[in-house]
């Protein structure tokens, strides 16, 4: 693993197994690398994900489970920027974090990008669409 850089690290309430298998299934160049799940030294988690390590669009992230009293509260305050330079992986991704999800701007035109989009998942996650309209 290359060290020095930041890597988004995701928290969910006992739902981080599912959520990572959804971001793999719905992103492109998308991979787990391992789950590692909680034992009998976290009896209110055991079978929870410890850590997910896992890639989206080839970068690496990192998740793990909270109990639902644990949890920290989310926010769109942060989010996760996409830029799709193929409009049918953009169409794909958004309908798929929609379809679930709250949906808090677009798809629209803006400046430089012919879609832009800002959707929470279902897991609570917010993220940042894009398509860069072509040179013509």
């Not at 492109?28 to 976290?42: C, E, K, V």
């Not at 193929?86 to 999800?101: R, S, T």
Request: charged share 20%.
């Amino acid at each position: 693993m290359e060290q020095d850089r930041p890597i988004t690290f995701f928290s969910f309430p006992g739902t981080a197994e599912e959520a990572v298998n959804f971001y793999i299934e719905t992103f492109p160049n998308s991979h787990l690398n391992q789950f590692t799940y909680y034992g009998h030294d976290a009896p209110d988690l055991i079978g929870k994900v410890l850590n997910a390590d896992f890639t989206i669009l080839g970068q690496p992230f990192y998740a793990l489970d909270f109990t639902e009293d644990q949890i920290p509260p989310s926010s769109w305050q942060s989010s996760q920027y996409v830029e799709f330079s193929d409009i049918k992986e953009f169409d794909q991704v958004f309908n798929a974090l929609a379809e679930k999800g709250e949906v808090l701007m677009g798809p629209e035109a803006v400046m430089q990008f012919d879609k832009a989009t800002w959707v929470t998942d279902h897991y609570g996650i917010t993220w940042q669409l894009v398509h860069r309209k072509s040179a013509q």
